[in-house]
């Protein structure tokens, strides 16, 4: 009778945490997504690659984005198109699976059912999925359910007894790290908070076994380890294998590569540090660097007006500072004058420049000719002494924002980036697509012109207007014109762009050189010449009007909305609750621990979750203070599953060691 009471609460639970599930997916089918086909270098970047690999052309045709990011998003868009689902749909499934993992791997630790489905239904609730950041097409919600697998795994290829479990947990864990590693280039966290899993388990043992026990595992330890690699292997080395026969170099992101970081980290050494903590390298550095390094001569001619572009697009990124780069955008702006230099004909080309523009700093600074800092070569930006208060404190404010699953107020996701035939691509491919009322958009034609140098085009940050398409080329015939004039020296563009003007007074501006830049209006646009502040001159040749149309939307989204709504604010409350019982439950452990040996390992999972936390809280604090304002739900959500399984494993000690109190009376 007992066992069959047990055989159907065991059943019950899990058809409830299938339930879950279900409705998870439910909930996930045809909610809409934010489509950004117009962020080349988030989004878009990932999206192309999706299409090049759906092509047959890989990642597409080499330049400086192709292998800057990690391949393994663009990788899933294509599989969920080749099976016939919305990209969206497959993330979904994968979150699904970890959770599914998780469930199983709690209830071998002893977590009770009804914690398990409370963690269920707290993780299919992660605010953070619901976001506008979690309904982009970009690698956080892969991340995450990745991270979380691998945590799973780590843990329970280092509990488990049974040889060839053992063996199997291992080989899952290196996949998932590699996994990983193909999605994005912070691998410090993963391999901070598996790191200390590790440690704890060993520690453990210690004390439990003794040493030399510990030390007659040595083989089951290295076997296990050895699959750890070997699973890692069949996730990059495939990657690698493809990247050295498409492009010539066997990585998966430039990122990564010991030349770009040499490089970087050169130039980042050079001057001061600069007072605002967020500049990298100063415009002075960098103006140094062009004059003294031979390597960087080539650059000379396209930096002024490339560091103009990204310069006014993040001009309030650094308050006092006009002009300057703020943190990684100065990479990305590197990147482009690189580019425009001819340097990224080949991947072998681009490494070799990099080499060379890293040894030649190097060389500068070691024999005087530069004014530099010790020598870095990495792409983090300095941190000194002075600055740890700073980041404790910032830091302290990420872990508030995660631990309360804090976000912005969930709302019906809406798209209105990019031309309608790009945005049908997206629903198709990557989820629902649901445009704001349609914005004015016009296409334009004509050129501009700079007393000396050939202009660009570009937004300045908080801009009215969005540039959906553009394209500039050489105007051999306004140089002609000006030349008739008497006007020698000129430099011109000729360009056709696609614009939305999303309010009113909407312009674009032209750039020249040394930051010098004039505001193009563009609010009901006609034919004729631009006025511009010297030393510009423009003309529009041909101003067309696009109509829009708005797109219908799911029947179901309202509901949607208000469950996803309601549950969400029911997960936060939960989870602080729990939050705050898993960390009496963890502090009070070691003193209780003689009565308790059976939550040893529940007390490592609550450890290593809450390192996975506070080590994101830690890398995102030092992006604050470093680089740009990073304390979101963007760079934050993927430690949000690690915040659920803490507060639900704590609180297994906690009511553990509540219930043998109770026995007691």
Request: hydrophobic letters at 50%; glycine letters at 8%.
């Amino acid at each position: 009778m007992v066992k069959f009471l047990y055989s159907e609460t065991n059943l019950l639970f899990k058809l409830a945490v299938l339930a879950v599930i279900i409705f998870f997916l439910f909930i996930s089918s045809n909610y809409p997504i934010i489509a950004f086909p117009s962020r080349v270098h988030d989004d878009a970047l990932f999206f192309r690659g999706l299409e090049s690999i759906m092509q047959g052309a890989w990642l597409g045709q080499f330049d400086n984005l192709t292998l800057a990011k990690g391949p393994l998003l663009s990788i899933l868009g294509a599989v969920s198109s080749i099976i016939g689902i919305q990209e969206k749909m497959l993330e979904a499934f994968l979150y699904s699976a970890m959770i599914l993992l998780f469930a199983w791997s709690a209830r071998r630790l002893g977590v009770t059912r009804s914690l398990v489905l409370i963690a269920v239904f707290c993780l299919v609730a992660n605010p953070y999925l619901w976001s506008g950041a979690g309904r982009r097409y970009v690698r956080e919600t892969v991340y995450a359910s990745l991270a979380m697998g691998f945590f799973v795994m780590t843990l329970l290829t280092i509990m488990e007894e049974q040889k060839k479990e053992g063996v199997f947990f291992a080989l899952a864990a290196g996949v998932l790290s590699g996994g990983l590693f193909l999605t994005r280039e912070e691998d410090v966290w993963w391999i901070s908070f598996s790191s200390v899993i590790v440690l704890l388990a060993l520690l453990r043992n210690l004390f439990v076994f003794g040493l030399v026990t510990v030390l007659s595992k040595w083989k089951t330890l290295a076997i296990r380890l050895s699959f750890v690699v070997l699973g890692s292997g069949l996730s990059i080395g495939p990657v690698l294998i493809i990247n050295y026969f498409h492009y010539g170099i066997p990585i998966v992101s430039e990122f990564r590569s010991p030349e770009f970081k040499q490089a970087v980290g050169a130039l980042m050494r050079v001057g001061h540090i600069h007072p605002s903590g967020f500049v990298p390298v100063s415009r002075s550095a960098m103006a140094e660097v062009l004059a003294s390094v031979e390597a960087a001569f080539s650059l000379r001619a396209h930096w002024p007006r490339i560091a103009a572009v990204w310069g006014g697009d993040l001009r309030f990124a650094v308050p006092g500072y006009e002009g300057e780069l703020a943190g990684g955008w100065f990479v990305w702006a590197l990147r482009d004058a690189v580019a425009a230099a001819g340097h990224y004909r080949s991947a072998p080309s681009a490494r070799d420049f990099y080499s060379a523009l890293g040894a030649g700093i190097n060389a500068a600074c070691d024999e005087g000719k530069l004014l530099c800092r010790a020598r870095r070569d990495t792409l983090a930006p300095e941190l000194t002494k002075q600055r740890i208060p700073e980041l404790i404190t910032a830091s302290w404010r990420a872990l508030l924002f995660t631990v309360t699953l804090s976000s912005l107020p969930i709302t019906a996701p809406r798209s209105d980036d990019g031309e309608p035939s790009k945005l049908d691509r997206w629903n198709q491919v990557i989820g629902p697509v649901v445009k704001n009322s349609p914005p004015t958009s016009y296409s334009l034609s004509g050129w501009l012109a700079h007393q000396k140098v050939a202009p660009a085009i570009g937004l300045v940050r908080d801009s009215k207007a969005r540039i959906n398409w553009l394209e500039c080329y050489p105007a051999p015939d306004v140089l002609s014109h000006f030349d008739m004039l008497g006007i020698r020296g000129v430099g011109a563009t000729r360009f056709n762009l696609k614009v939305d003007c999303l309010r009113s007074g909407c312009a674009i501006t032209a750039f020249g050189s040394d930051g010098d830049q004039s505001v193009i209006k563009i609010a009901n646009p006609t034919p004729g010449s631009l006025l511009l502040a010297p030393p510009f001159w423009g003309y529009l040749d041909v101003v067309t009007p696009i109509a829009r149309q708005s797109s219908t939307f799911n029947a179901l989204e309202n509901f949607k909305v208000n469950i996803v709504s309601f549950s969400v604010n029911g997960a936060r409350l939960i989870v602080l609750f729990l939050c705050a019982l898993s960390t009496v439950g963890v502090l009070i452990y070691p003193f209780i621990r003689k009565n308790q040996k059976q939550c040893d390992w529940i007390f490592i999972a609550a450890l290593g979750s809450a390192a996975a936390v506070v080590g994101r809280c830690l890398i995102i604090g030092y992006i604050e203070i470093s680089s740009w304002h990073a304390i979101n739900e963007d760079y934050l959500g993927p430690a949000y599953p690690f915040v659920i399984v803490y507060a639900i494993v704590g609180t297994t000690i906690f009511l553990n060691f509540i219930s043998k109190i109770l026995k007691k009376y």
